[in-house]
């Protein structure tokens, strides 16, 4: 079976910081990685996902995280942060040998401060 | 643009008041999920379609049922409400080829009075 652990549950960060959002998993097989970004009151919006190609993956709104498979790990980081940052961020893992199920973590709430 | 839509974006409903909540695509995608998430959780996996296939979650209470009555919709029914079920529902859907790709629709807050 897949999950994913989301380190810190509140994070943050000064505007023009770095922003790292600490997301690890576990899984029997080979695993797909997403991170999404969620404001209040909205749905799910896709920043970057890790399907088996390149390791270090480019999201939207500069937003990237490296797939390190002897840490198990999917860190989500951002050189700069800007206030339209503040949001939750949820890391999912999905993999074949569970039908693809996404399985959620907990979320990560930014608050950037200027 | 394609798109995954739901409407309304916020519902309010009374205690045992039957409620209906619509999720529609434009991406001609096989499968569409529904999911629940509670106010500073995760969402949770209701059920999803493939196709016509229907996939109920082991947890998944009763009072919760789904219809798709083409491939572009697909409504979640709570026949009745209860204030534990106060939340935002979310709709998604995945590509054939592509099942381990969501697509997540904006969301219905839902209330229950």
């Known amino acids: 079976a897949q999950s994913v652990t989301q380190l810190g549950s509140h994070v943050s960060v000064s505007e023009g910081a770095l922003v790292l959002l600490r997301c690890n998993y576990s899984?029997?097989?080979?695993?797909?990685l997403f991170w999404y970004v969620q404001y209040p009151n909205q749905g799910l919006q896709l920043l970057l996902k890790?399907?088996?190609?390149?390791?270090l993956v480019k999201g939207i709104n500069g937003f990237e995280a490296e797939f390190k498979k002897s840490e198990t790990s999917f860190h989500l980081t951002k050189p700069s942060a800007h206030m339209s940052d503040a949001a939750e961020y949820f890391c999912a893992v999905s993999a074949s040998n569970t039908g693809n199920q996404f399985y959620f973590g907990t979320g990560t709430s930014l608050t950037v401060i200027p | 643009d394609a798109m995954v839509i739901q409407n309304p974006r916020y519902q309010v409903t009374q205690f045992g008041k039957p409620v209906t909540l619509s999720c529609s695509q434009t991406?001609?995608?096989?499968?569409m999920y529904w999911y629940q998430q509670k106010s500073s959780q995760a969402p949770k996996l209701l059920f999803h379609y493939y196709d016509k296939d229907f996939n109920n979650e082991a947890d998944t209470p009763d009072n919760f049922q789904s219809r798709r009555p083409n491939t572009s919709f697909c409504f979640l029914d709570i026949r009745s409400p209860g204030l534990g079920d106060a939340a935002m529902y979310l709709c998604?859907?995945?590509?054939?080829?592509?099942?381990?790709?969501?697509?997540f629709g904006p969301g219905t807050r839902l209330t229950v009075t």
């Open positions: 991406l001609n995608h096989n499968v």
């Open positions: 890790y399907t088996s190609a390149a390791t």
């Open positions: 998604a859907t995945s590509p054939a080829n592509r099942v381990y790709e969501q697509y």
């Open positions: 899984s029997s097989v080979p695993p797909y």
